[in-house]
């Protein structure tokens, strides 16, 4: 129980042991649909009944099913109303080095994203777009975090995740045939006029202060999303989806 | 005190009075930034240095100025860390037809958006893309709601919201020259193909059950956001967002 409860809320937990929480039957749908190893299920009162199918599959993955009790599940659990379902996961391999990824892809990179809603957000559009990872730098929420692996619906499974400390050695990491177009607010050329579709990697920043000019050495070409009205910005996954989206787009022209 | 709660909570009362909140400074910038009418600019304990910029604006755009004691906004509020500063705002004038909405614009239709943040996000995209209007139809959450506001971040004031409590009456309510486009997860012709940039409606439908089969009639297109990988689907206020994205860039490039 210790050992669930740390899992939920300790990084440093979730890394030594290499294992995650998923809460509820949505995030372990997900898991179960991109193959991923679910160590142990976790049901309580009633769900054996109400998630059978989510129970069958989960077995048949070779997860071990564990009973726990109501009480249990709500000692444990960082939501208000848990569902009672949950899951230990392993952490799928992780990418080490851009050198690894497809030299023609699409790559997101963000700088220091705080909410998790938000990059749980950016991990759904980016699978879902066709990108290629997302390199995760500067100090940022963790991806294991339990809403963030909510938010990104599956998508933690679906796309590598490379995290770096450091955003300087980040971008510097990046092979010099891909161009680094970073995105801001008010400054930089049309998103949609960029070659996107590959061979590329795409940057945003930290919620409230965007990309920080220490890294403009390292920033290729600004770009924007043109904003109309009395709008001043966008919430950083929107401007991630929407540019992601382009990208995705702009592959389909090509090919 | 007890008219501050309502007009939170309640959106008979909000309606009635044709008032409804703001909580914290942001959304009181967003509205003082797009010339909203704000009655009362509370302030609590330390929030006239703090904010004293907001102030300012708020006193000299007509705004009156009250003390109100730090116990007090925790009672009123509705988020866990209230931020010490929040208004009564004035509804703002709302369009009565489709037919008083420019004919050559892309007017946003939902359909039984019930998640706040959804329903916020959606508008923050529409106004910062261009689209004429929201329709929101159904039985949704209602756009004057505390957490819709707060995620519009002022696009509650920057594009005119129409409600219409009936989908099918909604629909119809459009003009004929206007092509409906609705979006779905899994069928349709790519949203990016579709003539996007004026004079059409892109409709979204409820989370869980996307637009109801009930409506086929009124849908002249079916249109979807090709995913890849295993993602299943988009939140629909991501798929808003792409969409909206998309007709904007239509639009500049007829232009």
């Keep these: 129980m210790r050992r669930l409860r740390a899992l939920l809320r300790e990084p440093e937990v979730r890394r030594s042991e290499r294992r995650f929480i998923l809460e509820g039957p949505r995030p372990i749908m997900g898991a179960l649909d991109r193959a991923a190893d679910i160590e142990t299920l976790f049901v309580g009162p009633g769900a ?3 998630f059978s199918p989510l129970v069958d599959r989960a077995r048949k993955s070779g997860a071990a099913i564990e009973r726990i009790k ?13 569902q009672p379902v949950f899951a230990v996961a392993v952490m799928p391999e992780t990418v080490e080095s851009p050198a690894d990824l497809d030299p023609s892809g699409t790559l997101v990179v963000t700088i220091a994203i705080n909410d998790p809603g938000n990059l749980g957000t950016i991990l759904r559009s980016a699978e879902a777009s066709g990108a290629i ?5 500067g100090s940022a ?9 909510r938010s990104s619906a599956g998508a933690i499974f679906g796309i590598p995740v490379l995290e770096v400390d450091d955003p300087v050695r980040a971008l510097k ?18 998103y949609d006029s960029l070659p996107l579709a590959g061979g590329c990697a795409v940057i945003f ?38 540019v992601c989206f382009e990208a995705a787009r702009q ?5």
């Design 48 to 50: 054996t009944d109400a």
């Design 70 to 82: 109501g009480e249990a599940i709500e000692r444990i659990s960082t939501t208000r109303s848990p």
């Design 133 to 137: 990872a997302v390199m995760s730098c």
């Design 141 to 149: 929420v963790d991806p294991f975090n339990p809403k963030v692996v």
């Design 173 to 190: 990491s990046l092979s010099p045939n891909w161009q680094r177009f970073g995105a801001y607010a008010d400054a930089g050329v049309r």
């Design 205 to 242: 920043g930290n919620e409230a202060h965007g990309i920080s000019s220490d890294l403009d050495p390292f920033i290729d070409q600004r770009m924007t999303i043109p904003l109309l009205g009395l709008a001043e910005s966008l919430n950083v996954a929107m401007a991630a989806s929407v």
């Design 251 to 255: 592959r389909t022209l090509k090919s």
